[in-house]
Nanobody, 123 residues
């Protein structure tokens, strides 16, 4: 079991930036994929980005390509999501997730989740 704790959410104006962090513990992450999902108000949880911890291969949702970057710090076992050019439609609770497999875009494939961090983008 991987424990995940997100931080870094907050209120930001449209066009601004935020960096989310996800501290991990409990397992060596070799062979794991870690991802970011979000749940906008009144909507289902959706895929944002994912990274293979071992290879660094990444995947992004079309809605965030070119604006968001995902990265990991192997030494500190921390996952990051750098969010730039934020839009009001990026407002959501953001979740960190992990799975012992290749990267995937479906939330059902991830079996470890953090508690989420709120990101609010004002217009």
């Amino acid at each position: 079991q991987v424990q995940l704790v997100e931080s870094g959410g907050g209120l930001v104006q449209a066009g601004g930036s935020l960096r989310l962090s996800c501290a991990t513990s409990g397992r060596t992450l070799s062979g794991y994929a870690l991802g970011w999902f979000r749940r906008p108000p009144g909507k289902e949880r959706e895929f944002v980005a994912a990274i293979s911890w071992s290879t660094g291969i990444t995947s992004f949702a079309d809605s965030v390509k070119g604006r968001f970057a995902i990265s990991r710090d192997n030494a500190n076992n921390t996952l990051y999501l750098q969010m730039n050019s934020l839009k009001p439609e990026d407002t959501a609770v953001y979740y960190c997730a992990a799975r012992k497999s290749v990267i995937g875009v479906y939330r059902s494939g991830y079996d470890n989740w953090g508690q989420g961090t709120q990101v609010t983008v004002s217009s």
